[in-house]
């Protein structure tokens, strides 16, 4: 029973692991869906796109697609907000929300604009906090700012990446050079050609504010008096699923060690049978080859008794015709 109980807890251990695994484990969590109005679209991994609703989950791997109505906000896990604007394309291509060095959030955008006031990673991370765009990568330093791609054969304006910052600092960089952008300004990356970025001498009227403006921008403070509390407790509650983590690690491994004691006893046991047996193999062939050995003496007893008497016959009629012709 002790053996049957400990191989069940092994297969489940096993389970376990394997749902964790690479290939089927569950996706970062990004943040959550809080307002969502118009045309809204996200699509997972596999390209599969679905609606959302308040309250929602949005993963790392997701792409966001929103039609010239479309207006999604999002909580976002390291305490940060974005607001996705109308006709803007983009992804969460990498996000991490735990609380140390290793968190990092990357986001890729190819048409479109949302605004970003960045949570713990961008104030501590903030190296691992980029968005990338066909012609360049925007970094941070702390900010609440806005990412903006104008794509090619757009009327909107020249094509390329942009950024308006609103309160904090960024960086718009790309193999050419790199530009810092601070308050109340915006960079530019055109499409075509190979200069480096620059700065505008103003920020440009594609910039448009959207009817949740106001609300939006009360969310900068709201965020930064906020985020060193969740990152405290995200840093709690990383660790107390490392603990048992890790006390699953010790139980299954205290299974196997038992499993395999119970083996290496099986085995002995069965090593002991085996010699018992052998010896009692041996035995008997002992016993039969002795049972042998005295049919074959006896029988060779039989048959020198069989020549004695024949001899002895032999000898006493011999003797017995000599007398009788004497």
């Given amino acids: 029973m002790r053996r049957l109980l400990l191989a069940c807890f092994i297969a489940l251990a096993c389970l376990g692991a394997h749902a964790q695994s690479p290939s089927t484990a569950v996706p970062n ?8 109005e118009g045309e809204v679209t996200v699509s997972d991994k596999a390209k599969k796109p679905r609606r959302v609703v308040v309250g929602d989950s949005i993963f790392e791997g997701e792409g966001i697609a929103t039609g010239k109505d479309g207006e999604l906000h999002l ?3 390291d305490g940060g907000f974005i607001a996705v604007r109308p006709n803007t394309r983009m992804s969460i291509a990498t996000y991490r929300a735990e609380g140390d060095n290793e968190d990092k959030g990357i986001f890729s955008l190819l048409q479109g604009t949302f605004r970003s006031v960045t949570g713990w990673i961008g104030k501590y991370n903030p ?3 980029q968005v990338r765009t066909p012609t360049a990568t925007i970094g941070v330093r702390g900010t609440d700012h806005e990412p ?26 790309t193999r050419h050079g790199s530009i810092d952008v601070k308050p109340n300004q915006a960079g530019f990356a055109p499409w075509k050609g190979r200069p480096v970025p620059r700065l505008l001498p103003q920020v440009p009227a ?8 106001q609300v939006i921008a009360a969310r900068h403070d709201v965020v930064h008096k906020a985020i060193d509390q969740r990152r405290i407790e995200r840093q709690k509650v990383s660790m107390d699923k490392k603990v048992q ?9 205290k299974a196997l060690h038992e499993r395999r004691k119970d083996q290496n ?6 090593g002991e049978e085996r010699r018992k047996q052998w010896q009692e193999n041996q035995q008997k062939r002992q016993q ?29 009629g011999a003797r017995g015709g000599g007398s009788g012709r004497d």
Avoid at 206 to 213: G, P, S
């Fill in 245 to 253: 983590l890790e006390k699953q690690k010790i139980e299954r491994q």
């Fill in 265 to 270: 006893a099986q085995r002995r046991e069965q």
């Fill in 206 to 213: 594609f910039f448009k504010a959207t009817r949740y403006e």
């Fill in 29 to 36: 969590l990004a943040g959550k869906v809080e307002l969502v």
């Fill in 75 to 77: 909580n976002m896990e």
């Fill in 127 to 129: 190296r691992s906090y």
């Fill in 288 to 316: 039969e080859r002795g049972l042998q050995r005295e049919e074959r003496e006896g029988r060779g007893s039989n048959r020198e008794k069989q020549t004695r008497s024949s001899e002895r016959k032999q000898g006493h």
């Fill in 148 to 173: 903006l791609v104008i794509p090619q054969g757009s009327s909107e304006g020249e094509p390329g990446s942009y950024d308006k910052v609103n309160v904090g600092g960024s960086y718009i960089q």
